[in-house]
């Protein structure tokens, strides 16, 4: 005799629930075994994930074929004065006791940059606390600096290298009319939505409303639609995206279709933007210089905060440790001064 059963699954992205039960919603057995139970699985990878991991991968080897031929271009010269120079930073990530020199002996002084008579690794991060130190001194300094210390310099911007969006000497960059006019200008050889009328006057606005760090985004962007009096999405959309604000690319394109790629939205501000520009890149194809441009000025208003009351990044960069070193000085002498030893340590 037949008899009715119902198969009731729960499917999921790693796993399976399944149950088999009568008419009346009873779990049936078969066996002496209750029919029902789970399966788990490894979950799929999407096509985004595997993306990242792809993009990282390129971008770390390019970093790397920017290192080596740094090397190159200064190996003859550092070889004269300190043949393990490259080696020592190639092991400063092992143990003291895993290192080796050039002989293959574990060094007696485990430092990882300098191991002169006069001058190691103390002496270097004494002078030095920061990279930025370092890049400050070499700018300043009429003397001939150590081939090493010119090295290390160049080895850190070709580490962290930023863009070449914008042109000029760095007095030039902190002009925003030259960065935003240029965006204004992209924008329009597109013939997209954006009629907005740019002047002297206009730039000023923009350029006062980016640099005001005592309002949020939001704040931001409602500030310069209305002293703009931005009407399409195109136009919303740019200034929204300068501001650091999330935007679809469907608006500033005026294409449906782009609301169905990979990444529909997209924000400057975003920690993970790097890691998904590729996709950015690759959807827009020609496009995309669009939105370069537009990170130009983003990263402008980022570059003039850094810059408020200095003549580089190196310089702006030293003035916040001193800060940061003033201000922990003196917060661990109110500390000491005010609580036990334990709360001082605890802290």
């Not at 270097?124 to 070499?138: A, E, G, V």
Request: proline share 2%; aromatic share 10%; glycine share 6%.
């Amino acid at each position: 005799m037949e008899q009715k059963y119902f198969l009731g699954l729960d499917m999921g992205t790693g796993s399976l629930g399944w149950a088999v039960t009568n008419d009346k919603y009873e779990v049936l057995r078969k066996h002496g075994k209750a029919l029902w139970g789970v399966r788990l699985f490894e979950s799929a990878n999407t096509a985004e994930e595997r993306r990242g991991f792809r993009t990282a991968r390129r971008r770390l080897d390019r970093r790397n074929w920017r290192v080596q031929v740094l090397q190159e271009l200064f190996a003859e010269e550092i070889a004269k004065i300190d043949t393990g120079f490259y080696l020592r930073m190639k092991e400063s990530k092992y143990y003291p006791e895993d290192k080796r020199d050039l002989h293959g002996r574990c060094p007696e002084l485990p430092y990882a940059l300098f191991v002169d008579k006069d001058f190691t690794d103390k002496d270097y991060h004494q002078q030095f606390p920061t990279i930025y130190h370092l890049r400050k001194m070499l700018m300043n300094t009429e003397e001939i600096p150590d081939i090493r210390l010119v090295y290390l310099a160049f080895h850190h911007m070709m580490k962290h290298r930023g863009h070449f969006l914008l042109p000029g000497n760095i007095n030039e960059i902190k002009e925003f009319n030259v960065t935003f006019l240029q965006l204004i200008e992209n924008v329009k050889a597109e013939e997209l939505k954006f009629d907005l009328s740019i002047g002297i006057e206009e730039c000023a606005v923009v350029e006062a409303v980016l640099k005001d760090r005592t309002i949020t985004k939001s704040t931001k962007k409602s500030k310069l639609w209305k002293a703009l009096s931005a009407k399409t999405a195109c136009e919303k959309g740019i200034l929204n995206l300068i501001v650091g604000g999330n935007v679809k690319l469907a608006d500033i394109f005026d294409n449906k279709e782009l609301n169905e790629c990979e990444r529909a939205a997209i924000s400057f501000a975003d920690s993970g933007y790097d890691d998904y520009v590729g996709v950015i890149e690759a959807e827009l194809g020609e496009q995309y210089y669009i939105i370069e441009s537009a990170k130009a000025v983003y990263d402008w208003a980022v570059l003039a905060d850094i810059l408020k009351d200095s003549q580089s990044i190196s310089e702006a960069k030293v003035k916040i440790y001193e800060k940061h070193k003033t201000d922990l000085s003196y917060l661990k002498t109110l500390v000491k001064k005010y609580l036990t030893k334990e709360e001082y340590h605890q802290i």
